[in-house]
Nanobody, 119 residues
Framework: QVHIVESGGTSVQPGESLTLSCVGS????????MAWSRQVPGKTCELVAG????????TYQDSVKGRFTISRDNAENTVSLQMSSLKSEDTAMYYC????????????WGQGTQVTVSS
């Protein structure tokens, strides 16, 4: 079975940091651009950050620039999203997917991981 497994989501307080990770299961991620997307129930899925297959190029949504860092370890077949200075508006289900386009919910390759930022 080919899918992506996301992990690392949890509840944190505003201002705290958190790192999300995803790993390809039966899927070699090393040759494709990867992205993290997020979705709040009732709202549109949005692309948060993307990284090229080699890791040389990254892109970020304006609202997370300077706070989030996407990285990858092709040897480990993983992609990570380091999040700092978290805000309540970062609360969402986060998804890791191939290609630099937003994919959430049933359109995603994994189940997602929930991040809740609340005091």
């Amino acid at each position: 079975q080919v899918h992506i497994v996301e992990s690392g989501g949890t509840s944190v307080q505003p201002g705290e940091s958190l790192t999300l990770s995803c790993v390809g299961s039966g899927l070699d991620l090393s040759h494709v651009d990867m992205a993290w997307s997020r979705q709040v129930p009732g709202k549109t899925c949005e692309l948060v950050a993307g990284i090229s297959s080699t890791g040389d190029s990254t892109t970020y949504q304006d609202s997370v620039k300077g706070r989030f860092t996407i990285s990858r370890d092709n040897a480990e077949n993983t992609v990570s999203l380091q999040m700092s200075s978290l805000k309540s508006e970062d609360t969402a289900m986060y998804y890791c997917n191939p290609r630099l386009s937003p994919r959430c919910g049933s359109a995603g390759w994994g189940q997602g991981t929930q991040v809740t930022v609340s005091s």
